[in-house]
């Protein structure tokens, strides 16, 4: 497909565990950006990567956040030791380069429940 | 610290009516703003982008305008039709390729 693509739709797992949510971007695209949305919080970006870095720095809320990307087109969300805080829709965005004027497009997101 | 506002946060229009969708941020240091529409269960889609050098941008029924000295943008749609209904976001991008988004306006078009 030629949109930004994210597995899986929905996951669930116990606290404390620790997840790798999956987004394929679109090909070509520079800059990849995680976000997290929840009801209360909105929406708030986690991290994001320009060009191949492969590890991006963690974003907020803590250190429990990372992101690779092994190939140009692919990154995974890392949370470790997961909190029932973490419970959100976690939606990847990518932009085909930094340029103002490029828009980000989405994926669906993936909905992760802690329990 | 860069903060978002929407306001309404709900709006109810019977078909056909134009109306207009406010975004307000406080730091006038924006590298852009994007407006998205988000559907139940589904990502954002991205409808407008307006440059910090640009005041608007169109797109069909659509018309996004910026004041940067303001802090301000409206979405503007024009004969609104029940597959408008959705929730509305603006997101604001600055240095560091930093994303604050507001917290939606959700717009139910009665047919």
């Known amino acids: 497909g030629a949109g930004v693509s994210q597995s899986p739709r929905y996951k669930v797992a116990k606290r404390g565990r620790d997840v790798a949510l999956r987004c394929d971007s679109i090909s070509g695209h520079v800059t990849l950006y995680w976000y997290r949305q929840t009801l209360g919080q909105g929406s708030e970006v986690l991290t994001y990567s320009q060009s191949d870095a492969q590890r991006d720095k963690s974003g907020r809320p803590s250190g429990r956040f990372s992101a690779e990307r092994p190939e140009r087109s692919v990154s995974t969300l890392k949370i470790q030791r997961t909190e029932q805080g973490d419970s959100a829709v976690y939606l990847c965005?990518?932009?085909?380069?930094?340029?103002?004027?490029?828009?980000?497009?989405f994926g669906d997101g993936t909905r992760l429940s802690i329990l | 610290k860069q903060e978002v506002t929407q306001i309404p946060a709900a709006l109810s229009v019977p078909e056909g009516e134009n109306l207009v969708l406010n975004c307000s941020f406080t730091?006038?240091?924006?590298?852009?703003l994007q407006w998205f529409r988000q559907d139940p269960g589904k990502g954002l889609t991205s409808l407008l982008l307006i440059q910090s050098s640009q005041r608007e941008q169109t797109s069909g029924r659509l018309n996004a305008s910026l004041d940067k000295s303001s802090g301000r943008s409206t979405l503007y749609i024009a004969a609104s039709q029940p597959g408008d209904s959705a929730t509305y976001l603006c997101a604001v991008q600055a240095g560091g390729f930093k994303t604050i988004f507001g917290a939606g306006t959700r717009l139910f078009v009665k047919a």
């Open positions: 730091d006038s240091a924006i590298y852009n």
């Open positions: 965005a990518s932009s085909l380069t930094t340029g103002s004027n490029q828009p980000q497009h």
